[in-house]
């Protein structure tokens, strides 16, 4: 692996075409590689590559996925890749691994993997560079992870692949890399199985598996994108802890905010290229591509959002905290019943527990009370796990309670039978989190809104100019009625379940994690919709999110919880800036960026809440 | 500890309840069959008069109302005993276990050929070249569209018509196995391939196929340690498809090779209305089923830890 032909080996790289490049001031090469674009890289360069195109399938039909895109991973260094999903991030981190697929051609002016021309691999070669130079983290743990195998054989694999430990002696070292990456009681958590490890410990296992062959360099593809804020905050320490410890990290993500947590340097890609590269706090704050601003626009939380006062923010000074805000907030909105519209729906005491395996009772919604008037925006916020998505069950009478009730519109609402409810239903609707797997793929837009639309007993030959009508509702057009959803972008998906909700002309809309599948700047188009589309119709909604930011980009006043419980509640600005319950401002403090750095400074700004 | 045996306890009702709908099913349906099950008892040729015919309905308690007769036959099946055979005159539980052995022997045969075969062919032909997908999807078409006896008489035909290579029926030689084993193995084989073919390709574009590449594990590994025994999971749900196909090709095969057997058996006795042999067999085959629905439920907790808690048990 000392290869010291560093020039010997340029002159039989295949002929590449001279960029032409980008319009934008600063364009790759100046970038990320900007120490090694002439000199021999510096001695600490572990993976160089210059001149990266990846193109999928051939002649008319074919893609290409990645444009001219150099950069440099050095030890101790992170470089980020930001853009949206399609924008190339994954395939160039295949390719670098020699992983972009069979249907792939892979081209490069340079590749070099530890002062080796890996345009020279054999498959052979390959092998021993994945995993023992260069470790691939995957996004989703769930499924990156064999499921059919315990979390040490995973680990140990790439330990005796690549010939380091004996197969009957990984037991120590895989344990020993367990406690590295902060899994607790590693003995026994190595003959777990993926399943049986939450979010964040199978991320770990994931991350460790991974270091396992001991790699100079990690490429980790989206590490936190599917976990909660404050589990999310625990891996980018874990991954900071790495780079501190002398790996590289080719972190490759759409989350601005992780990127600025981590990223030494940054690359923003667009459509296969690289627009814009440079240090992480250079690109961020002066970005200069068109891309790159519009993508930092995009971050919830980043845009000065003036809240508008309605009157539910006007509750003013609620100094409930921990158990007394259920009833304060009752106390709070009998006094408002007036100001801010009637009350559209009512949970009191709401209670509902699950059996688990062995006979434990699990009380997964345990006393929560809430009143949500016509026309507002309530916010839930809480980690996964705390009770989020069984409340929304039990308010859309989907799971009945096992104490209190919940009231609709004046009438009872959980109490009622199915039979009797079943007319009622169309008044509140669901947002699904994944709409591609609530709908049937085989489908059409048409079909899915004109199914929709029967159950408000629209005539079968008015059903498409009124899912026409539902789909322009939500910025869609024509053509995509007759598109299955497939075939549609995951923005554009979410607005076709907006659109399907928003047929049966509710009053309330339960909403639960609708963008948190979504890109940034997707998720910035979807909530402008729901927010306008709530103002126009006069709709209630129920945000359910883990996204701090995004709840205070939406909502007027949120919920807060914990366990089952709401531990806060009050208008979404007081409640980030001056939170009172300690699970809150933990809450706070895990969300990196902005938000985040000010509830760990601790330096609370004085935002008056009597602005409202 | 009630929570452990409560799912055993739920099984075994069900396992009753599938021997019972059976029995009741069959008992049915022999009644359906047109003709007087005292022929079967006394033989065709035999002159027989109203009186003795009279007699012997009597023992047999043919003479007795419908419901009774199905009653009776319930309460000697739960307490084990299958009666006489009309036609052989010797209890039907010797006739079963004199005839068991020569199937048991046909079908595991059958099977480890079907599984080894279907294995190697999966393993083989989910490459990244297309052609071997596409001739061996092409003959997996041919064999299960050919007649199971149709195959037999094909194969008998060349093999040991024309090349004499194999004997035509069974002559106690292990080499007159060959070819009934090849009749039953080849469709099962066929099937299972293409069902373990789609989930392996199905297992390689997992997102943990491109982690386990990512180590730098080789090619083989990827496939022999990770992707099989996702492939595994579909074709185990066939594993009541395969019994069955077991049992139904035993019956052509043993036929066509004129083998003794189960099948052949049970073939004679629907002809025959031998009704006690008929509901021995019935009863029999739903107690495989049953038995082997079990075994597959175990192995796919053994092959799947994401059901070991469903299915009652305690993961590792």
């Known amino acids: 692996m000392t290869a010291t032909a560093d020039s010997g080996h340029s002159p039989e790289l295949p002929p590449m075409p001279m960029p032409t490049g980008p319009p934008a001031p600063r364009t790759a090469p100046d970038g990320p590689a900007a120490d090694g674009r002439a000199d021999p890289p510096p001695a600490s360069a572990v993976l160089e590559v210059a001149g990266l195109d990846v193109r999928f399938g051939s002649g008319p039909g074919q893609v290409h996925a990645v444009r001219d895109v150099s950069l440099t991973l050095a030890a101790g260094r992170c470089v980020a890749l930001v853009g949206e999903s399609g924008s190339g991030k994954s395939t160039l981190g295949r390719a670098l691994l020699g992983l972009a697929g069979p249907t792939a051609t892979v081209t490069a002016r340079r590749l070099r993997i530890h002062g080796s021309d890996a345009l020279a691999f054999g498959p052979r070669q390959w092998r021993a560079v994945r995993g023992r130079r260069v470790g691939l983290v995957s996004q989703d743990a769930l499924v990156a992870l064999d499921p059919l195998r315990p979390i040490g054989r995973e680990i140990a694999e790439a330990m005796v692949a690549h010939g380091l430990v004996a197969r009957r002696d990984t037991g120590p070292a895989v344990q020993a890399l367990l406690e590295r990456v902060g899994i607790p009681d590693p003995a026994q958590r190595a003959r777990s199985y993926p399943h049986q490890l939450s979010g964040g410990l199978r991320q770990r296992a994931l991350i460790a598996s991974a270091l396992a062959a001991q790699p100079d360099v990690l490429i980790t593809d989206e590490p936190t994108t599917a976990l909660d804020a404050s589990v999310q905050a625990r891996i980018l320490a874990l991954l900071g802890q790495l780079k501190a410890d002398g790996t590289g990290l080719l972190l490759i993500s759409h989350d601005l905010a992780v990127v600025e947590a981590l990223a030494d340097e940054v690359a923003v890609m667009h459509e296969g290229s690289v627009v814009e590269a440079g240090p992480v706090a250079d690109v961020l704050a002066h970005p200069r591509h068109p891309y790159t601003i519009a993508l930092l626009e995009a971050v919830p939380g980043r845009r000065r959002r003036i809240p508008e006062p309605t009157g539910a923010t006007a509750t003013g000074e609620q100094t409930a905290t921990g158990e007394q805000a259920a009833a304060g907030e009752q106390a709070a909105t009998g006094e408002q019943a007036g100001a801010g519209g009637a009350a559209l729906l009512v949970v009191t005491d709401a209670v509902k527990h699950f059996h688990g395996a062995r006979g434990v009772r699990r009380t997964a919604v345990d006393d929560v009370s809430f009143t949500l008037r016509a026309g507002e925006t309530l916010g839930l916020v809480g980690e996964s796990g705390s009770g989020k998505s069984t409340l929304a069950g039990l308010v859309l009478g989907l799971i009945a309670p096992d104490g209190g009730q919940v009231r609709l519109a004046g009438q009872p609402w959980s109490a009622r039978p199915e039979r009797e409810r079943r007319a009622e239903r169309h008044t509140l609707q669901l947002v699904p989190q994944d709409p591609l797997s609530a709908f049937d793929p085989r489908w059409t837009v048409a079909r899915i809104l004109g199914e929709a639309l029967a159950a408000i007993d629209v005539a079968r030959r008015d059903r498409r100019a009124h899912a026409l009508t539902l789909l322009e509702q939500v910025g869609l057009s024509v053509t995509h009625l007759d598109r299955r959803p497939l075939a549609l972008s995951g923005g554009q998906r979410q607005r076709v379940a907006i659109a399907r909700a928003l047929a049966t002309r509710p009053r309330l809309l339960v909403c639960d994690e609708p963008v948190s599948a979504l890109d940034v700047s997707t998720q910035a188009q979807i909530l402008a919709l729901l927010r306008e589309l709530a103002g126009s119709l006069g709709l209630a909604v129920l945000f359910i999110s883990h996204d701090l930011a995004v709840v205070r980009e939406l909502c007027a006043r949120v919920l807060v919880m914990k366990d089952g419980r709401i531990v806060e509640t009050g208008p979404v600005e007081r409640v980030f800036t001056d939170p009172h319950h300690p699970y809150t401002r933990e809450l706070l403090s895990a969300v990196p960026g902005e938000i985040g750095r000010v509830a760990r400074a601790g330096t609370v700004p004085s935002r008056p809440t009597e602005e409202n | ?316």
Request: cysteine-free; charged content about 15%.
């Open chain 2, 1 to 316: 500890m009630r929570s452990a045996i409560r799912p055993v306890v739920v099984r075994l009702l069900g396992a009753v309840g599938v021997v019972w709908g059976a029995v009741t099913l069959a008992f049915g349906v022999l009644q359906l069959i047109p003709g007087d099950p005292v022929n079967a008892i006394v033989g065709t040729n035999a002159l027989v008069g109203p009186e003795q015919r009279a007699l012997l309905r009597e023992r047999y308690d043919l003479d007795q109302p419908l419901f009774t007769q199905y009653l009776d036959h319930l309460g000697r099946l739960a307490t084990g005993r299958l009666g006489d055979s009309y036609q052989l005159q010797q209890p039907v539980w010797s006739v079963i276990t004199d005839q068991l052995w020569p199937t048991v022997e046909l079908a595991l045969w059958a099977s480890l050929l079907a599984v080894v075969l279907s294995v190697a062919v999966t393993v083989l032909t989910s490459g990244r070249s297309r052609w071997p997908r596409r001739v061996s999807s092409l003959l997996e078409l041919l064999v299960v569209s050919t007649p199971a006896f149709w195959l037999g008489i094909l194969l008998l035909t060349v093999f040991s018509f024309h090349l004499g290579w194999l004997p035509v029926s069974d002559t106690g030689d292990p080499r007159s196995l060959v070819l009934p084993v090849v009749t039953l193995g080849l469709p099962i084989a066929a099937i299972l391939t293409q069902v373990m073919r789609e989930g392996l390709l199905t297992a390689l574009d997992a997102p943990f196929v491109l982690t386990a590449r990512a180590r730098g594990l080789a090619e083989h590994s990827v496939r022999s340690r990770h992707a099989l025994r996702h492939s595994a999971l579909p074709a185990l749900t066939l594993a009541g498809w395969f019994v069955g196909t077991l049992l139904g090709g035993a019956v052509i095969v043993e036929n066509v090779f004129a083998r003794p057997g189960l099948g052949r058996v049970a073939l004679q006795a629907v002809a025959d209305r031998d009704f006690p042999v008929v509901q021995g067999v019935v009863a029999l085959s739903a107690v495989v089923f049953v038995v082997v629905s079990a075994v597959v439920d175990v192995l796919y907790a053994v092959v799947d830890p994401r059901l070991r808690r469903r299915t009652g048990m305690v993961a590792a």
